[in-house]
């Protein structure tokens, strides 16, 4: 089995990090929360003291960070993960970021000999949790014909979507589309309830109709309406609303750069950072119900 630098244990990466120990591969795990290296500590993985000790004698590199400038700051630069890691090392990026971001770390890579894929991620901590999580991948199809099996532990799809920065491109697209749905699905419910319907008829009446859609199915955001979804336990879980906007912000500066007209998308933008201003940018991005329900 591979030896694997895991770096960045949060709310996705502690479960992938899990994943991979439990298919047999042997970790060495970085985070900058204590806590959450000696929790993989107690289930078999190496504690390392920083990222380049995490790195040491690793085949494989793979972060979850939270944006672009931690990515930046792990890989490039004289003190960057990649003037350090041997030629040959294969990374997986699987943080969420701008894609020509990605692609900088890309050429980067490729200059010191270094395989590198640009793979975010969706399916939320249930799917890290569950290893159903459905992989992006930007990069060479060499390259990721020899990651597929780190993948599959951790993943149950996953798609090709084309050169250096393409999963970040592809990441973004679905985000945005996540987000208008989120929202659509709030101010709908939000009109039922209003006008006299139960939220739960509404709610699966709309799943079963035209409006039918990916919230609908696995996480309404009207409190009661699914006992496991975000909403029904106070919008804890799950992905913050701060990720939603940061996502939404790169959808728009993709968009930008390629000349692309996406006002649903600007809208969504624009109602998520109203959320951080309400101080419920930790919250689960589904808490955007209540700006349809609080006056």
Same mark, same amino acid.
Request: hydrophobic share 45%; charged share 15%.
């Given at each position: 089995m591979s030896q694997i630098a895991f770096i960045g244990l949060g709310h996705m990466g502690l479960p992938m990090a899990r994943n991979l120990l439990k298919a047999g591969h042997h970790l060495k795990v970085f985070d900058l929360l204590p806590a959450a290296i000696d929790e993989l500590a107690k289930e078999g993985a190496q504690p390392a003291s920083s990222a380049l000790d995490a790195i040491a004698q690793a085949d494989v590199v793979i972060s979850m960070l939270p944006a672009s400038r931690h990515v930046e700051g792990l890989y490039l630069g004289a003190d960057g993960l990649l003037n350090a890691l041997k030629?040959?090392?294969?990374?997986?990026?699987?943080?969420?970021?701008?894609?020509?971001?990605?692609?900088?770390?890309?050429?980067?890579?490729?200059?010191?000999?270094?395989?590198?894929?640009?793979?975010?991620?969706?399916?939320?901590?249930?799917?890290?949790?569950?290893?159903?999580?459905?992989?992006?991948?930007?990069?060479?199809?060499?390259?990721?014909?020899?990651?597929?099996?780190?993948?599959?532990?951790?993943?149950?799809?996953?798609?090709?979507?084309?050169?250096?920065? #393409?999963?970040? $491109? *592809?990441?973004?697209?679905?985000?945005? +589309? !996540? %987000?208008?749905? @989120?929202?659509?699905?709030?101010?709908?419910? #939000?009109?039922? $309830? *209003?006008?006299?319907?139960?939220?739960? +008829? !509404? %709610?699966?009446? @709309?799943?079963?109709?035209?409006?039918?859609?990916?919230?609908?199915?696995?996480?309404?955001?009207?409190?009661? +309406?699914?006992?496991?979804?975000?909403?029904?336990?106070g919008y804890s879980g799950g992905f913050m609303a701060e990720l939603m906007a940061k996502d939404l912000g790169l959808a728009q500066e993709t968009a930008q750069a390629s000349g692309n007209s996406t006002p649903m998308g600007a809208l969504a933008l624009q109602l998520y950072r109203l959320l951080l201003k309400q101080g419920k940018g930790k919250q689960d991005f589904s808490v955007v119900q209540q700006l349809f329900t609080e006056q």
């Open positions: 030629t040959g090392t294969l990374v997986l990026e699987c943080s969420t970021i701008a894609p020509q971001v990605a692609r900088n770390v890309h050429h980067a890579a490729q200059e010191r000999g270094i395989e590198l894929l640009d793979a975010p991620v969706s399916g939320g901590t249930a799917g890290a949790a569950a290893g159903t999580l459905t992989f992006m991948v930007g990069g060479a199809a060499k390259v990721l014909a020899k990651a597929r099996p780190l993948f599959e532990a951790m993943g149950r799809n996953i798609f090709h979507a084309g050169p250096e920065g #393409a999963g970040q $491109v *592809a990441k973004v697209c679905n985000n945005q +589309v !996540l %987000a208008v749905q @989120m929202i659509a699905t709030a101010e709908a419910m #939000a009109m039922g $309830v *209003a006008n006299g319907l139960e939220p739960v +008829v !509404l %709610a699966e009446i @709309m799943r079963q109709s035209s409006g039918g859609n990916w919230t609908l199915e696995k996480y309404n955001p009207w409190p009661g +309406v699914m006992e496991n979804a975000p909403a029904s336990k």
